[in-house]
């Protein structure tokens, strides 16, 4: 698939214009031809600009940042390219940081697990760090290019991935322990491991669509709905199960308690214990695996930062990727013998608040937008006169963290309505913030509309 985003046209790339940047349209009209006409502007200092050209003007990076990819850039629909849609997920979810366990957060796990197992398979002589620079540095230079070279990584990283851990289950499967039965209040264990399971899976809400962009407006939404479930399903069901696998044999096995005291990649690396210089060999393969995992969340923050403001907005795509390369590898250098605590405190939060995100997004759609104007006029992008106020969405989002927050099972706070799941608890945070913000979302919208008209 050819990607029209590594051969940008500088005319029609805000970042790519000298002198000035257009930060935001806010009267953009319906006519597509004047999305790019600039209506406020930043004065650019001739230096920075001069740089910036420079840069962009490298072959294959992308310069383009949250504008609209006109339909004339995109490229045709093909069975290809709704295969890609799949692998892209099976590829960036079939990684370690799954068997441990989009997006600034994960940056942070996934160096950090990078640079355990990297560790691990040089038996120590090479440090967590060394391993998480490793990690961060690929994940910057593809992220850096953009969405040709991304696509073209994921379509293809998955195949030594998938290898390498259909041979850890040879090697592993005969240590993992089905024997033991479950102790504890079974159903509320489950359920709080389902909904953390979730948190992770529904991460990727917020960033998906960065990736379709280059796709026709009139591809089938059912068709790229079954292929990214598809590859998400697929991704997820296997490396869970399999972490769920060496996680059981951790009671059993000695050897593999020591290596999980240590660090989760030195957990993975001991699956391959019993195939020597081999097994090491795969450990590589399935630490550079996170890498995978970590571009698609770099790549999409960029975009997320430019979307926060007019300023964030003037800011290059690419001068975000560094910035924000840098903050999870500082992160992950100060966090990296905290791994654990990391994940348990944050993948939850992310659940919550991703999930009140998708209940409101698909009222949104299904409820009013046909009541609106039917088809969706993406010319009207950035246009904040036709956008919603954002009132109704605000209120139930705060009322959906309330939810959450009473049905939270953390270590640092248990909910009231979390501690009575059960006999110990369970976590229902994700379930009572999406409930809270369904319910009341659709007559606060309602609302709004009357009010405001849009």
Known sequence: MDHPAAHQIPGHDLEKSAGTLDVASKDSTEDSSQIFAPSAQLHVPPT????????????????????????HERHAISLLGYTQMALLWFSANLSANNLGIAMLGYGVIDCIIGGQILSAVSGGSMTIIV????????????AVFGMAIFHVYERWAWVPQLMVLFILVGSAGPEFNTATPSTGDVTAGRLSYFSLALSVSVSWCAASSDFYVYYPEKTKSWTVFLMTLTGLTLAFSFVNLLGIGLASGVATNPAWADANSISSGALILAGYSGLRGFGKFCGVIVALG?????????????????????????????????????????????????????????????????????????????????????????????????????????????????????GMYQAWYVGPVAIKVGTGGADIGVWLGCAFAMVLYPPLRMAELRVFGR
Not at 48 to 69: D, P
Not at 131 to 142: D, F, H, K, N, P
Request: charged share 15%.
């Open 48 to 71: 920075l600009s001069k740089w910036n050209a420079r840069i962009e003007s490298l072959a294959g990076l992308e310069a383009r940042g949250i504008t609209r990819v006109l339909p």
């Open 131 to 142: 391993g998480i620079i490793i990690v961060a540095l690929v994940s910057w230079v593809v």
């Open 290 to 406: 996170v890498i995978a995992n970590n571009i698609p969340g770099t790549y999409a923050s960029a975009l997320g930062c430019q979307v926060l403001g007019r300023y964030g907005k003037a800011v290059p795509r690419y001068v975000w990727v560094c910035v924000i390369v840098t903050i999870y590898f500082v992160c992950a250098i100060a966090g990296r013998e905290h791994l654990f605590q990391i994940f348990e405190n944050f993948v939850a939060l992310m659940g919550y608040w991703c999930m009140i995100f998708v209940a409101l997004v698909l009222e949104e759609h299904l409820i009013f937008k046909p009541k609106l104007d039917g088809a969706l006029d993406w010319t009207a992008w950035e246009n904040q006169k036709r956008l919603p106020v954002g009132v109704a969405a605000l209120i139930a989002f705060l009322a959906g963290w309330a939810g959450a927050i009473i």
